[in-house]
């Protein structure tokens, strides 16, 4: 599980400075998209079952779908997850200059791929994504798109684009809608030339980025804020004509409803 806060919305910006033209991308008719400004859990911590009127879950690729409910299967497709650091090949860990492995500064248990080998990640991805399609699930979240920024120029937003490409298609492939996961300053390039459907966000009400994501995704924005950093109350994160109608406020660990720090509450 990865929880971290988006960068500023610089790229999306500059676009619109630069008075670049672009095709606008039509999800296919195969693949559905979260129901618009449905009721979100999101159950990274653990799964448990869904609070009554919630019709969206996200749950980890490990576990189960949920009958009756939409559900984003969540993988880490750019950092390796904590404790598979082993199923991955050295070629495919990004490297210093002194040969050891690129560790996220902010997820010391997470190593960055190297997505210059977007290829090779997307072999290994592919079979958990189709994975995610056999177990019923209708969607899949891909974590880390934004990694390239944490790597002092080493990785480009064009191979975290070469490889979101390679993803969403495998996840279009077997007839799930794709996801993108945080990264707000690149969020109309990876609608429109990785081909991305909706959008997973965290803490945009926190850092006043939300409309990043509305306005290339509409009403299909799936939004989680934190108890530790909400910028303002819940009720007026709420009223906020800003705030995705698809919000939940949880606990920063997402723990299930017995652990003591547990948190579940959603707009009126």
Known sequence: MTV????PFLGVVALLLTGC????YDPPAGPQRPPAGAQLDYQ??????PPAGVEIVARDRAAA???????????NGFQTQPGELDAWPDDLLLRDDDGEPVIDP?????????????????????????????DGFDAVEFDNLDTYTRTDGTLTRDDALDLATLLVDTAHDVGLAAGQKNAAEDAAFLHSRAGFDFAVVEECAAYEECSAYTEVYGDHVLAIEYTDNLPRTWDEVCADPETPASIVLRDRDLVPPEGAAYVFETCD
């Open 65 to 75: 779908s949920v009958d009756d409910v939409y559900s984003v299967c969540y993988v």
């Open 44 to 49: 990274l911590g653990g799964a448990y079952d």
């Open 21 to 24: 033209t672009q095709t606008i």
């Open 106 to 134: 902010d997820w010391p248990d997470e190593v960055i791929l190297d997505t210059r080998k977007a290829d090779e990640i997307a072999a290994i991805v592919g079979p958990w994504i189709r994975d995610c399609a056999s």
């Open 4 to 7: 971290r806060r988006a960068l």
